[in-house]
DNA sequence: ATTGGCACTCTTTGAACTCGAGTGCCAGAG
DNA sequence: CTCTGGCACTCGAGTTCAAAGAGTGCCAAT
């Protein structure tokens, strides 16, 4: 569906503007004389008043109780959003201070996840949150096995677009050094090339049939290496700047406070609530009429505003989540994302995060030709 | 100077040990009333009143205002926590879930951590550390440089106690695997058996220079790699359940809440907590009068309660920090802790974290010996 | 030494009340 | 037809006041 330009008049809009502006700053709900005030509406606050009431007839608006101001609902975010704001360029020193944070890690990748997301959360001043790029579809490009002591053998991956993943297996302390380098050979030899998540136990015995290792031993290497590559693909996490969200009104609650904590300490439940937007990353096909969620101005900026009650979960009504995805070479994807309090300074959000995935972006792609 | 027995006579540690208990599970002033009902003195609350009365005196006990009951001073904990006090023993059960969670996690020490932090937490319901031990100290075994691809390096780090610290590097990309594996091999040769406090960029040099790779080059690598090996004593915390500390009474303030909330997610601050204790693995020799904050009934029971300002942190002083150290083999350590309000369950806690030390000191010294 | 009794203190709770910001609506002006 | 000033109305926030209740300290009696 190509984008409906809303039927918003002039007016609405620039009212529901000033409204989700105004009360973005000062989080308290807003009425007619301070909007009249302080916005240059050549209005008086009874035409003002008159349009609030349409625009909480359209659903955009609310109020907390009779004789306060309006809120935005989830809907009107959603345009304000996609419609209305605008979003402002960085200054040009902010732009090269995370340009300069980022190159610094640019070689590991966890440590520049770290940076990218001490960089989101102290800018925006909201809890920021980087995830690794998960690798069952990438590919196997090495493997070693390093015997560390008797027994114990550190498995090393390294994988499509340089990522490296490493884990310790125990293994039967007979081996030597010798018969495991031809085993990690053997299996390099077979498999390289073949996506983590095909590679299955069989085709690892097959590949590492001729290795003159008796195949008792073999079978419990074989075992615990295959072992470490299924578990490669593990989910980390960053989140940075937690305490920067009690600052904010809406947490003043402690209840809803510590849902938000829960959530975030919760691997599972921020995966979940990162992970959707990993296939759409050309856009469309976004789900039923008001969970729709999606939110492009055009296929160029692809982030995603998921606010309130869009995000489907229980305790994180007051919440929203801003993500994007971060490229690395030969398709691998990974996500980052700001989490804040529904009432959030979106243009300023959105205009730090991308300017940060595409940092990474461009890092990334460039990476193997700076010295 | 051997343990003054306190000149507390029996009632007075019967009073006090009551009002800790009943304050650390009530979170309110706790009155001489309930004290004659859910403790069977046989007194009138007259005469605990003045025993109270007498407490306060001592510095054991003070009130919030006139007319509300008594609360634990930092002094009444402290002698709480040093004489009064009754250690339960873990039941068997929970014992056994404690061992086999940790034995699946044995391998990787930071997986073990991990694991340790999560049993901590949940099991106490406060929020738990576990600190990666420092490997400064620790002695380089192998080293290892492998090819990831032109112009990246992966540096792998085999030290004491099979601890494993890996790190990737940029290096000229002229280079192939052979010149690194030479390299490697005589840095290996050398340098194995340092400690890596004591490797100088220098040694490196002398180490690897009949390595037959041109002598730019080879600095560049050997930078690098000196550099890898520097960063390895990186401190590393495992924080697991923030959310439950918000579930006490203390925190519902927000203000300090958040004072929480900031010093457990600043790394840097929670090294300067843990860190004190490492040295003081025997016990004595603790700081002036007041400060002296370390806690053990005999050199068996190595813990370590901070309370309250003892911690000498601004923010922290409705916490607590309860702390001990493991042990790997060769001397290296670490350590776990668990933070909570000051009003802590003690005893549970010095329970739980005693038997988890205890349990991973023991499955890190017999490691090997498992198959 | 212990205890029951009593006066006193200080917080908590809730009701009643005022204040003010904000609204909706309407009649009249442009 | 649109806009505006005016007005009555609503509802939460803050204040005040009194009563309730928990707990204390002290003392005289046992």
């Not at 606050?45 to 659903?59: H, I, K, P, W, Y």
């Not at 960085?90 to 201070?97: G, I």
């Not at 940076?115 to 998960?134: C, D, F, H, I, K």
């Amino acid at each position: 569906m190509p984008k409906e330009p809303s039927r918003l008049d002039e007016r609405k809009r620039t009212i529901l503007r000033a409204v989700v502006d105004e009360y973005v700053e000062h989080a308290e709900p807003v009425g007619s004389r301070s909007l009249v005030e302080r916005y240059s509406l050549n209005l008086s606050s009874a035409s003002v008043r008159s349009t609030l009431a349409e625009l909480e007839q359209l659903g955009y608006l609310e109020q907390p109780h009779t004789s306060a101001g309006r809120v935005p609902t989830d809907r009107g975010y959603r345009i304000y959003i996609d419609e209305l704001m605008e979003l402002e360029p960085l200054p040009e020193e902010t732009k090269e201070h995370i340009r300069e944070q980022l190159r610094e890690s640019i070689d590991e990748i966890p440590e520049l996840l770290r940076q990218a997301s001490g960089l989101l959360s102290q800018e925006t001043g909201y809890v920021s949150l980087a995830l690794q790029p998960r690798v069952a579809s990438s590919v196997l490009r090495q493997i070693k096995l390093l015997m560390i002591e008797p027994g114990r053998v550190l498995v090393v991956l390294v994988l499509s677009a340089g990522v490296v993943r490493d884990r310790i297996v125990r293994i039967p302390d007979v081996l030597d050094q010798h018969q495991l380098q031809r085993i990690a050979a053997a299996i390099e030899q077979q498999l390289a090339g073949c996506q983590l998540r095909d590679i299955s136990f069989i085709m690892m015995q097959l590949a590492a049939a001729d290795s003159q290792v008796p195949e008792s031993l073999l079978n419990q290497v074989l075992f615990e290496t295959w072992t470490a590559i299924q578990q490669a693909d593990q989910l980390a996490a960053y989140v940075d700047g937690m305490p920067n969200l009690l600052r904010h009104r809406e947490f003043h609650s402690i209840s809803r406070a510590r849902d938000v904590v829960s959530a975030l300490s919760s691997d599972g439940l921020l995966t979940g609530l990162m992970e959707p937007l990993r296939p759409a990353v050309g856009s469309s096909g976004h789900g039923g009429a008001d969970a729709g969620a999606l939110a492009e101005r055009s296929a160029a900026v692809p982030w995603m505003v998921r606010i309130g009650q869009e995000l489907q979960q229980e305790g994180l009504e007051d919440c929203s989540f801003v993500t994007t995805t971060y490229h690395l070479p030969e398709q691998l994807v990974g996500s980052i994302g700001v989490v804040g309090p529904r009432r959030m300074a979106y243009s300023r959000v959105i205009s730090h995060i991308s300017f940060v995935r595409q940092t990474i972006d461009h890092l990334l792609t460039w990476r193997s030709s700076r010295s």
